[in-house]
Nanobody, 123 residues
Framework: QVHLVESGGGSVQPGESLRLSCAASGIIFSINAMGWYRQAPGKERELVAAITSGGSTNYADSMKGRFTISRDNDENTAHLQMNSLKPEDTAVYYC?????????????????WGQGTLVTVSS
């Protein structure tokens, strides 16, 4: 079993910042990509940002310049620094990871999701 736990969500005013964290636990041989997705009320889940084990990053256009994704491979954690938050950033933010897990007889790839953390941006 592999679990992802997000933290750092909350309510802020427009223009303020938040830092989300995601911690992976369980039997993990390695983690390939880690990413953040979000889902606003009535909308589909969308990619916010992703980062590979080598540190290459990918951002949705609306987040470029405002959000920064980072990760600590030794700690199996990922972070999302969100600056200049806007009301339209209000959503549940989910951590995602593509991990390599298994046991002595089997190694397999697994995509894991966290439970989500709510970010509300409102004046």
């Amino acid at each position: 079993q592999v679990h992802l736990v997000e933290s750092g969500g909350g309510s802020v005013q427009p223009g303020e910042s938040l830092r989300l964290s995601c911690a992976a636990s369980g039997i993990i041989f390695s983690i390939n990509a880690m990413g953040w997705y979000r889902q606003a009320p009535g909308k589909e889940r969308e990619l916010v940002a992703a980062i590979t084990s080598g540190g290459s990053t990918n951002y949705a256009d609306s987040m470029k310049g405002r959000f920064t994704i980072s990760r600590d491979n030794d700690e199996n954690t990922a972070h999302l620094q969100m600056n200049s938050l806007k009301p339209e950033d209000t959503a549940v933010y989910y951590c995602n990871a593509r991990v390599v897990t298994g046991n002595r007889s089997q190694v397999r790839g697994l995509e894991v999701w966290g439970q989500g953390t709510l970010v509300t941006v409102s004046s």
